[in-house]
């Protein structure tokens, strides 16, 4: 037997989460629908697969490759029209094989199947597979079972819809359980298919591991925090941690590699890979990816513009490196600009009997682990004997300099969250803690260069959180330039303001 599938369809009902990818590509559970059905189709035996493919080719081709990864052969086929799939019919119908498997991308049988099994050699019945509609009727999954001989007279221009009355009689109907079908044509098909696959109806052949006794999947290094609340049945994907007093489920699917803030609750949601819900955000009958939320019940694609709400967490990671890179090469550059007055900041304290270094160690930013737990970041600050009349000379002399070689090491960054000691970190709210914790620290904060610096915690607090929210290169750039630009320019310190006498107050 060989095996035909139809990926043709640009899946427009899927289109708003494509993003970088293509609607075909999009996970359902772990990994792609069309994923699913290679599986599906190599488990039952089928080494030789045929691809035809309309929209994005290359990028199916790149994914799936030659097929060694799944023990098979794939050949890739490319249609001018893709309402016209069977011009490569002649093509493909040059083989031994005595049957052809047709599937189709957007559905998926997932029952044990007699219709697939073997069949006496020279048999001529078309097979087509169909499912019961609401309305009491049949309707065809686009999958089937073809003759070789059926197979190669079919005409180059038949549509897809068209091929049942087209084959030759006698052809057979089987029927198939709804809920053993997964179907992907829009975005309530894909939350209703999740569902079967949650409630273990409709399980790919081949599909890895099993949920626990109550029905809930894990995959590896997913972080639960005691207070969660995890609902069966839902599926947890990889490397994906969810917060203090978050609820997840039922008929919740999380992504690998996201994050559920505190107090969170998600429920019959798809949560694709590498987002961040935020704090005390709700999500029903919704699919997620980063910042783009589609409500299922009304039909609404929304982008959040605020990084608290949604987000998204993935970085590439050639572009983390040039950022990391780039941070560390303006440090050495800076480091070797500045290193005379640090080599006098250094004399000075050396001579001066009432001046010296302190070292203190501060947690490393970000933090996966609890702050006692985490890798610490060893930093010395000069300390002075008398304060210098503007705090932002301080600042250079006592704190930039010194840490510069912190940075060309790569533990902290030019701009940043300030560093904080484990003594300092207890005494965070709770709220500021778990701000502060996915962070990055560096040398000049988003504050600093202020003209009037935050005198409150909910001011520190306010322009911390911006930060966080805002974080990117040009952000950077803004800071430091503000940054030299307040020392050669400082701002001018205003004394406080007496209170007024009492011979003022008299009219």
Known sequence: MRAV??????????????????????????RPLLQLIVEQIVAW???????????????????FGSGTRWGARFHYHLV???????SIAKTIALTREQRILLAHEEFLPCSPTPWIGPEPAGAQESSLLTFPTPAGGETWTQWALIPIDAWAGLDPNLSLLSLPD??????????????????????????????????????PAGFPGRPNPEGIWFERNVEIHPTARILPPCYLGADCRIHRGAVVGPYAVIGRECLLD??????????LPGTYVGEKLELRDAVVRHNRLVNTRIGGVVNVDDPLLLSSLSQPILLSWMKRTASRTLGLLLLVCLSPLLLGRYLAARLSQSEGWQLSRFPRLPLSSPPEQAPTLQRRLYRPAHPPKHPIHGHFWNVFLPGLVCVVKGQIGLVGLPPRTLEELRELPADWLELYKRARAGLVTEALPMATPPNDPDEAYGAEAFYVAMQGFKTDARILATYALRLICPPQIVPPSSPPSEADETV
């Open 80 to 86: 001018r029209n893709p309402q016209a799939p069977f």
């Open 45 to 63: 035996g089928v080494q030789d697969l045929d691809f035809v493919l309309h929209h994005h080719p290359e990028i199916i081709e790149q994914f």
């Open 262 to 271: 505190e107090h969170s609750e998600i429920s019959n949601t798809t949560v």
């Open 5 to 30: 599938i139809l990926a043709t369809a640009a899946t427009p009902g899927l289109e708003a989460m494509a993003g970088r990818t293509i609607p075909t590509l999009l996970p359902l559970i772990d």
């Open 166 to 203: 087209a084959l030759p009689q006698p052809v057979r109907y089987h029927r198939i359980p709804e809920e053993n079908l997964l179907i992907l044509r829009d975005f309530k098909d894909l939350l209703s298919s999740q569902r079967k696959f949650l409630d273990q109806t409709a399980i």
